[in-house]
């Protein structure tokens, strides 16, 4: 018996705060006009003090099942892809698990930095078209602001926090993940990361004031690779189920900033700019949860028909980076 994936529910969930460009000029030498110059980004949100990843993993957990009307205890099994988790140690995933509960459901983590909601797809549509696993429920979730130097204005304008998530299942109707392209080059590791914090480089008197546990990036080095590869991922996507350009109706990119959406959206000659998503000028780059809750905004927002195909792509340190395209089938799409 052969099962199809699909995407049957999705929820997304942003902090209350605002931290504004005119915010940040109070904060760091830089200013509204360099920021948006440079990225695109205007706002983004910003966790409590006792907001965590956990915690916002769980409303957008709770919105996702809602949508897709399966309770908790239907749920088998919870993917969490953070690069900020609570806890080295126990995972993220099986505190949302307590939290919602899914009792009996197994959980664990994934880390593939901004490319985790993409590397999550691909772990729950595996389970479920195996039969494994009947309902998956994925969590992206990052509380960047915790590793955020607010006095690096080239890396400090950039992030923000939120959360998002979806049920996958076979059972419904909703958005059939088609396809899934991965990859990953752990030779450029060193361009975009977090130098300590680890087992290498454990927390010491000397990591903390080299401020060694702050995101540290080569922003001309990685938008190079960023573009070429989510470029490369969409076609090698595209071409496994033999679509074209012109079959994509909606193209969600990584909302890192607006110059690699942009990049990126003038590689696709013939998808119109209105239907490239963005939701970077609002949000900034919030890391794996970047394209789950964009795909969360466009649905509440788009009127899809039955039949349209919409290409996720994503790119984030490791280097690891990805492309999924979805197709909407069911009556909500009719």
Known sequence: MSFIAKIIGTGAYLPERVLTNRDLEQMVETSNEWIVTRTGIEERRIARADEYPSTMGVEAAKRALADANIAPEQV????????????IFPSTACLIQHAIGAKRA???????????????????KAFVETGAYCNVLVIASEKLSSITNYKDRSTCVLFGDGAAACV???????LAIEAIQLGA????????MMPAGGSRNPPSVETLAQELHFIKMAGNEVFKHAVRRMESACKD?????????????????HQANL???????????????????????KYGNT????????????????????GENI????????????????????????
């Open 76 to 87: 088998d099994l919870i993917l969490v892809a953070t690069l900020t988790p609570d806890y």
């Open 185 to 192: 080059d752990g030779e450029q590791a060193n361009l975009l």
């Open 237 to 253: 996507c595209l071409d496994r189920i033999g679509l074209v350009e012109e079959d994509v109706s909606w193209l969600i990119p």
């Open 259 to 281: 110059r690699i959406i942009d990049a990126i959206a003038n590689r696709f000659k013939h998808l119109p700019e209105e239907r490239i998503f963005k939701t970077v000028q």
């Open 287 to 306: 890391s794996a949860s970047s394209v789950g809750i964009a795909l969360d905004e466009l649905l509440k927002k788009a009127r899809l028909k039955a």
């Open 106 to 124: 197994a959980a664990f983590d994934l880390q593939a930095a901004c490319s985790g909601y993409l590397y999550a797809l691909s772990m729950a």
């Open 168 to 174: 996958i299942s076979a059972q419904g109707e909703g």
């Open 311 to 334: 290409l996720l792509t994503a790119f984030g340190g490791g280097f690891t980076w990805g492309a999924a395209v979805l197709r909407s089938v069911g009556e909500r799409y009719a």
